[in-house]
């Protein structure tokens, strides 16, 4: 049976690694809070507004 490292969020470290590569909200969050920035300075794109004419 293989054991699972997970982080004091208690999730998988793959599963957070997963945030680096797709949008998921929730793991953009809890990796900008231990950084002390807003997910939106590290994920600027994903996080663009629209621009409407």
């Not at 054991?3 to 809890?30: F, M, V, Y």
């Amino acid at each position: 049976m293989r054991k699972w490292q997970h982080d004091a969020t208690g999730l998988a470290s793959s599963t957070l690694a997963n945030t680096l590569n797709r949008h998921w909200p929730k793991g953009e969050r809890l990796i900008a809070e231990v950084s002390g920035v807003t997910p939106e300075q590290i994920w600027p794109s994903r996080y663009r507004k629209p621009r409407y004419r």
